[in-house]
């Protein structure tokens, strides 16, 4: 018995080692077949692997760039979000109708003063009468330009429903422009020369010169009732009622010099 098992074990043993020749044998078939490309065609392989390595490390430096910008990024957006809400409060004391400041208060009076200025120098293209030296006494010359002090949504809402009426805000801001223009051009009239004046503007200007003088007018900005000929303020209902609500929200105020009703702007507190 000892000696078949033997026997088995030996020829077990001689059959592992023919099939593992055989295999050997089939390796070196293998290796042999295309020995010419096989190196080529790995070294292609490792290229590429290398190259896919390289771009998953630009994506990963890409990646951790973008990282360290998301908390910049809500910085900026914190910061953007809060100037939208000041600039959000900012619009309610603006009026969305802003029409062109003008330096005379109708096209009849500019062309009159563009007709002067053109006669004494037809290199003037346009009206400056703001370059001329003031004419009047020392306190008219620091007067500077005429207050814009604008309503809010929170004010005209204070008001009475009687006072109030059918005025928006957009409206009432729209006049403050008007008043502001009409005391910018009799401001422009008072301290003009006379030699830049047309003549028909010249006795105006003497007689803004004298309400300018008195004790409630004197260095503060102004405008007449005449002078109220739109495009916003007018004087119809509208127009009255909205310098009834000016006078009351302390905006203006009022007084009569002569013959003349004198509207006074005024600056906030």
């Known amino acids: 018995m000892e000696e078949k098992k033997a026997g088995s074990s030996l020829d077990d043993l001689m059959s592992s080692f023919n099939t593992r020749i055989a295999e050997l044998q089939e390796l ?14 790995l070294s292609a392989v490792d290229v590429a692997l290398k190259a ?22 809500k910085n900026l957006i914190d910061a953007s979000l809060r100037q939208q809400k000041k600039l959000q409060s900012m619009s309610v004391y603006v009026p969305s109708f802003l029409p062109e400041r003008l330096s ?3 096209l ?5 003063l563009l007709s002067e200025f053109s006669k004494q120098d037809p290199g003037v293209g346009s009206l400056k009468l703001e370059e001329e030296p003031a004419a009047l006494p020392k306190e008219k010359k620091g007067r500077g330009s005429p207050p814009l002090w604008y309503i809010t949504a929170n004010e005209l809402d204070s008001l009475s429903s009687y006072m109030r009426g059918r005025l928006t805000l957009e409206k ?12 910018e051009a009799n401001a422009h009239l008072i301290t003009a020369p006379k030699k830049k004046l ?3 503007l010249w006795d105006k200007a003497l007689e803004l010169r004298d309400i300018a003088m008195t004790e409630a007018v004197k260095g503060k900005h102004f405008f007449l009732e005449n002078d109220i000929k739109g495009p916003a303020l007018k004087l119809d209902n509208t127009g009255k ?7 009351h929200l302390g905006r203006l105020s009022e007084t009569r010099i002569g013959h003349h009703r004198v509207i006074i702007l005024l600056k906030p507190q």
């Open 28 to 41: 070196v078939v293998a290796r042999n077949m295309y020995p010419a490309t096989s190196i080529t065609d």
């Open 52 to 73: 896919m390595e390289l771009q998953l490390q630009a994506i990963k430096g890409r990646l951790r760039e973008e990282t360290l910008a998301i908390p910049k990024a």
């Open 104 to 106: 005379v208060t109708n």
């Open 108 to 112: 009849e009076t500019n062309r009159c």
């Open 172 to 183: 009432v801001n729209a006049a403050i422009n008007d008043m502001a223009t009409y005391a």
């Open 198 to 200: 047309a003549e028909n």
């Open 241 to 247: 009622a909205i310098l009834t609500v000016l006078r």
